[in-house]
Nanobody
Framework: QVNLVESGGGLVQPGGSLRLTCAAS????????VGWFRQAPGKERDFVGV????????SYAAFVKGRFTISRDNAKNTVYLQMNNLKPEDTAVYYC?????????WGQGTQVTVSS
């Protein structure tokens, strides 16, 4: 049904920035919230933040501390995670997530590595 693909990850130095993209195909996620999660090696998958279907409301985990911003362009079926002032502890695979009336959908994840 709805396919999600994350992209934009890579290797970045501490203090650097990355913008991750979550793109949907096979359906639109207009009017549905989209969440971002991350999972570091040996750890559980943790909530990062979420944006409402309209894009008017966002909510973030405490560790974000104002460094991350989620935005969306519903005309393009795309949600973004802008990450600034990255820290080594941000190293993880980042996933986007959508829940609609028919199920819960995850992308394949994109690797973010923060290291000097």
């Amino acid at each position: 049904q709805v396919n999600l693909v994350e992209s934009g990850g890579g290797l970045v130095q501490p203090g650097g920035s990355l913008r991750l993209t979550c793109a949907a195909s096979g359906g639109t996620f207009t009017n549905y919230g989209v969440g971002w999660f991350r999972q570091a090696p040996g750890k559980e998958r943790d909530f990062v933040g979420v944006i409402s279907g309209s894009g008017m409301t966002t909510s973030y985990a405490a560790f974000v501390k104002g460094r991350f911003t989620i935005s969306r362009d519903n005309a393009k079926n795309t949600v973004y995670l802008q990450m600034n002032n990255l820290k080594p502890e941000d190293t993880a695979v980042y996933y986007c997530n959508v829940i609609d009336p028919y199920g819960t959908y995850w992308g394949q994840g994109t690797q973010v590595t923060v290291s000097s």
